[in-house]
């Protein structure tokens, strides 16, 4: 029964490209499980690929029709042949369908059973839609910059959907953790365990200086500009893939280390950051939350570049 609705691309463009359409629920292979998808969380990469930008509109181009979406919790509808720990009510969540395939934007996907996390009994299916892509990318950027207790560490739109886990992933680790943001979000970072450093109210090496790291979750001029804000052994990941390597030759002319990075789904990490969700030690917090059908406005506010905290697709019932 095409009772399963989907949003779909079928060309790059604005975000009222995305359309839906209902398809078949599909059956969970072998080693899947089918799952019945509450929300799925909205990260700008589902926005720039929707609109052809960067690498995975690239390899997507000859794949269209192509449905967004990487984050997600649900409930386990059923389970394939050979899948063992999951049942029918199970809540699970997941980073599905990276780098290429995506999809979550869906009422039912089914995914790897070996993909999957347990969501713990206190932590909420949005919190666990949210955290996916968001709290893997903080976690390996910072494992990334071998940040360490004592570090002073720079975070470039710390109330962002990463930045926001990247505070207080930081702060766990025992860094002295600086966070950029506009004068709306100040309170909102220092809540979060930062010194808050407001863009808004001038350059940024002028507020904050002799940083060990630098964690650039904005690119292009201002995470060049950011460099100044080091010191002359400073480590730097930058993050948004479009601007790496203009990051990473201004570092170069400064003799600082930089690297680009690319999250990498990691159960074991997924596991953990909701387990820290579980136990009041990760807040996350939810910016927005729109219905499925209304996926085209919740890329323009994603496209916005102010989103504070997460975003979410809610499916409908
Ligand atoms: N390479 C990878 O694997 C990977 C993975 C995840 C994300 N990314 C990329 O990393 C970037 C951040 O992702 P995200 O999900 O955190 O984005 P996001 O949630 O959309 O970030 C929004 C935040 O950016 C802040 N912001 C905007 N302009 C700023 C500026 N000039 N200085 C400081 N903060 C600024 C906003 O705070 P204010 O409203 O206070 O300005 C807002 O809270 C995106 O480019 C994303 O595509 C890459």
Redesign the pocket.
Known sequence: MSNNMTLVITAFGGPETLAPVFKDIPEPAAGEVLVKVEFAGV???DA?TRAGLGWAAQQNKDNLPWTPGYDMSGVVVAAGDGVEGFEAGQRVAGLVGFPLQAGAYSQYLTAGADTLSKVPENVTAQTAAALP??GQ?AWQALEKAGVKAGDKVLI????????HVAIQLAKALGADVFA???Q??VGFVQALGASAVD?TAGDIAGQVSGCDVLID???GN?GIAALDALNENGRVVT????TAEAVKEAAGEKALQAE????SPDKAQMDALLEMADSGRLMVTI?GKYPLEQGAQAHSV?ES??????LLLEMPN
Do not use: D, Q
Not at 305 to 310: A, C, I, L, P, S
């Open positions: 990260n700008p990469i720039k892509v968001a990318t470039l739109a710390g109330a962002g959907g990463v930045g950029s943001c506009s709306s979000n863009y979750l904005v690119g201002v993050i948004p893939t479009i680009g990075m690319l999250v910016g994603i570049g102010h989103v504070r905290g997460k």
